[in-house]
């Protein structure tokens, strides 16, 4: 009704009709109708195709098929979930990579960049990891790093692996905060899962675990050489 009285000082409406329901495609919907009952000017109604109409309901069979994208957010946080973008490709053609193949390569190579903000600068600082679940844990001793993970702060931790050879990598980012492990069983827990610093000289007695809000992969699209 509100198109009809839109076009009250035109001279034809030209009208596309789905259907929807269960006469799709043979009959008018209703703002189709509503355009033929009250528009003052002759209309032109053009029903959609019949392979328009397929493809319609095949995309929406294939999307209950695929059900609701995996999510992910931080324990206890109010924002909503984050979907799992796999599949999707960037503004630079890099392939998205799901959650489960993010995790495992992160778990694949034992050091990462984790990057915070402290002393009036972004400070990015590589450490070598584990990863328990969804978190990345690493350790580390007195100093910066500590410091942002007792203030539990927002951190950026990334790993990356790539082969000059074939030209092909890939690189796995997770945004979340930072926090110390205090409680006895749990360090126990983690020290059971193969972690050492490579550096020994210093002492290494807090374990830091990243809680994620996101966590987001991309890899080089691989291409056969024909």
Known sequence: MILARAAADADLLVVGSHGYGTFSGVLPGSVTEDCLDEAACPVIVIPAALEDERNRVRNAELAMERGPAPTLSAPGSTAPPLPDMAGLADHAGLESLPLEVCLRLLDSVPVGRVSFYTGGEVVTLPVNHVVDGQDVVFRAGRGSK?????????VAFEADDYDLRTRTGWSVLVKGRAEVVHE??????LGHLGLYPWVTAVDHPFWIRIRPASVTGRQTPLTSSG
């Open 146 to 154: 500590l410091s942002a993970a007792e203030r539990q702060d927002l």
């Open 184 to 189: 006895d069983p749990e360090i126990q827990r």
